[in-house]
């Protein structure tokens, strides 16, 4: 048996992110897990959340927001590498863990207990774990996933490393990271923070050139008599990659600028929480919308380009005047 932390899930305390109450209690599974990964280091995840304050429209989704590798190794001396699967994966994710590195890998969430009475033993459904502990002969896997920390057995092992007896096998190798921990620092708040808002200034000088919102708009109004026509299947997925990822990442870039500098920047928080809240009442309406086979009401996205454009114009000013 291998792992990088002495933990097991029923003593693991989860951050404080996914107690309390949200608009969105889980974001995507790459930024989940690295919430849980960094704060069982010892590590506060809320300094490396400048990446939330400028998703786009990317034509067809919306940005799927992620930790950026450059900001976990300059706040924390965290170092990721691709880990390149040449062996069978179990072997691989193996190794690393034996080097006492953890190690982000795709999963299928059917063999992933914590997703039971969504996808687990339902739906193959990739996500993204990091594993912490791994024990070949007794088939035990403990990962972080989503909002905290979980572990498997028996045949969900078998299944999730697709070992020979398995009934899944993979036919393409997962994407695989291994994080490196030998440079690994733990800064004060003040030093977070000061270190945090120079990333911030950073990262604003890769927000949209136009307001996503107006482009979301246009292509939402065609999107909408196309979805009219498709399974409540389809509205789901077309929720999670539109409503659901700046929904949750402007909820976050929130809890990031109340984090970084309340007194500073409040107002510019209370513009995202205000979009985060809007976006997640639309989403039930357009539910709603699709079932009635009625068109909805595209004030809102109107309403919410509106408070994106002061929160950034905002944001801006104050950054760039320092």
Partial sequence: MHQVLDLTPESYQRHT????????AETNCYVDVWIEQLHALGLDPMASMAFS?????EGDQWTFFKFQLNDLYDLYGLEVQELVIWKTLLDNVEQQVKLNRPVLVELDS????????????????KST???????????ILGYFHAQGYYELTGTDFIEAFALPEANNQLTLAPYVEFVKLDGIKKLSKDSLRSKSEVIL???????????????FRHQFERDFAWLLEQPIETFHEYAFVTFRQFGACFELAANYLNWLAPEKYSTIAEQFSGISSATKVYQFQLARALNRKKMVDLNAIDNMAEMWLKAIEKLKKMVHSE
């Fill in 201 to 215: 200034a950073r990262q604003l000088s890769q927000l949209p050139k136009a307001n996503p919102f107006e482009k």
């Fill in 129 to 139: 774990v990091s594993v912490n502990k791994i024990d070949r002969e007794n088939k």
């Fill in 53 to 57: 304050v400028t998703p786009d429209f």
């Fill in 110 to 125: 059917m063999f992933l207990p914590d997703t039971a009475g969504t996808a687990y033993q339902r739906e193959h459904v």
């Fill in 17 to 24: 992110i996914h107690l309390q109450e949200r608009d969105w």
